[in-house]
């Protein structure tokens, strides 16, 4: 945080000066409250008051001075402001191996669930388009504001959903890219500040090169944030016969260096949860220095209403 006026903040002296003047008073008071050595008479016209309610009313008008000077010196601090037209578009692997039960229930579901949890995180204004891919890739919602045609479509999310088996984590980037480029009439001179959020459980096994695409995403200025998701000991039961479907996030990884994204690993549907709320903290924002005074003001007048009504409650008067 920093300070627009910051030589205001010597009134804080001031600020300061009053407190030293209000316990320098209270310690005269009750010198004087000694002196009067009537003990029984001073019981009567004076009664015992609660300590802390009698210093209450002063602290918080105290409180309240510091907090209008700290507003007064103009304090500035860098807070999250959602970029306009912000796009992100979510492509979730459908493979036969994202039926491994490694991760209750299994992959696909626990990344259904997380993906559910994570749109309904962010701000209402934001586009969301959802691409599920396998063999190859199709955009299953394109980007827009309707949340329920996103949960409709996060539903859609199965096995077999795009017709061709394997997993070919470049053409579900290049789907992407290409629903980014159809989101509005400006989207093809003026693009979104957009992200991809692709998750997958393994290596790229068909169509277009994951590297060619990443190439395409940094060209588009498009980072790609890649989550690596299931187990070493993954397996999928195929006619009682079980197949070894180990996580593999090389691919991904490497994706998401080259694109400027962050690759992230989960072994559960907890830890994916929890990947998905750290993404969800930066994609779409920019960080922005901003006023912050009327935090200050406005507590400081919350603190002033607090002085006036607990003076005038305990003793019939405003501080």
């Given amino acids: 945080m920093n300070w627009q006026s910051p030589a205001r903040l010597w009134l804080l002296l001031g600020v300061a000066a009053l407190a030293a003047g209000y316990l320098l008073a209270q310690r005269r008071r009750s010198r004087y409250?000694?002196?009067?050595?009537n003990?029984?008479?001073?019981?009567?016209?004076?009664?015992?008051?609660?300590?802390?309610?009698?210093?209450?009313?002063?602290g918080l008008f105290l409180a309240m001075l510091?907090?209008?000077?700290?507003?007064?010196?103009?304090?500035?601090?860098?807070?999250?402001?959602?970029?306009?037209?912000?796009?992100?578009?979510?492509?979730?692997?459908?493979?036969?191996?994202?039926?491994?039960s490694d991760v209750e229930p299994d992959r696909l579901s626990a990344a259904k669930q997380a993906a559910r949890r994570f749109v309904d995180g962010l701000?209402?204004?934001?586009?969301?388009?959802?691409?599920?891919?396998?063999?190859?890739?199709?955009?299953?919602?394109?980007?827009?504001?309707?949340?329920?045609?996103?949960?409709?479509?996060?539903?859609?999310?199965?096995?077999?959903?795009?017709?061709?088996?394997?997993?070919?984590?470049?053409?579900?980037?290049?789907?992407?890219?290409?629903?980014?480029?159809?989101?509005?009439?400006?989207?093809?001179?003026?693009?979104?500040?957009?992200r991809i959020i692709l998750l997958s459980d393994g290596a790229n096994t068909s169509g277009m090169d994951p590297m060619e695409?990443?190439?395409?995403a940094v060209a588009a200025k498009v980072p790609v944030h890649t989550i690596?998701?299931?187990t070493p000991s993954g397996f999928v039961d195929r006619g009682g016969r079980p197949i070894q479907v180990p996580v593999d996030g090389q691919t991904l990884r490497a994706v998401a260096d080259s694109t400027g994204?962050?690759?992230?690993?989960?072994?559960?549907?907890?830890?994916?949860?929890?990947?998905?709320?750290?993404?969800?903290?930066?994609?779409?924002y920019r960080r922005e220095r901003q006023d912050v005074s009327?935090?200050?003001?406005?507590l400081g007048l919350v603190l002033a209403m607090g002085a006036a009504a607990g003076s005038m409650r305990w003793f019939s008067r405003l501080p």
């Fill in 33 to 37: 409250a000694v002196r009067f050595t």
């Fill in 123 to 194: 701000p209402d204004e934001f586009n969301v388009g959802l691409v599920a891919f396998a063999g190859s890739a199709a955009v299953l919602v394109p980007p827009g504001t309707d949340r329920e045609a996103l949960h409709e479509g996060i539903d859609r999310l199965a096995e077999g959903a795009t017709g061709v088996q394997g997993t070919a984590i470049g053409e579900a980037i290049n789907t992407s890219l290409g629903a980014l480029k159809g989101l509005d009439s400006q989207a093809a001179k003026q693009p979104p500040p957009a």
């Fill in 213 to 216: 695409a990443a190439d395409e």
């Fill in 261 to 284: 994204g962050g690759f992230h690993e989960a072994t559960s549907s907890a830890e994916l949860r929890a990947v998905y709320d750290d993404i969800g903290t930066s994609v779409g």
């Fill in 66 to 100: 510091a907090l209008l000077v700290v507003g007064f010196a103009r304090p500035h601090d860098e807070v999250r402001v959602p970029r306009e037209r912000a796009t992100v578009m979510v492509a979730v692997d459908v493979s036969t191996s994202m039926l491994a």
């Fill in 228 to 230: 690596s998701f299931g």
């Fill in 39 to 58: 003990l029984r008479l001073l019981d009567r016209v004076a009664p015992h008051r609660p300590a802390w309610r009698r210093h209450l009313p002063a």
């Fill in 294 to 298: 009327a935090r200050f003001i406005g």
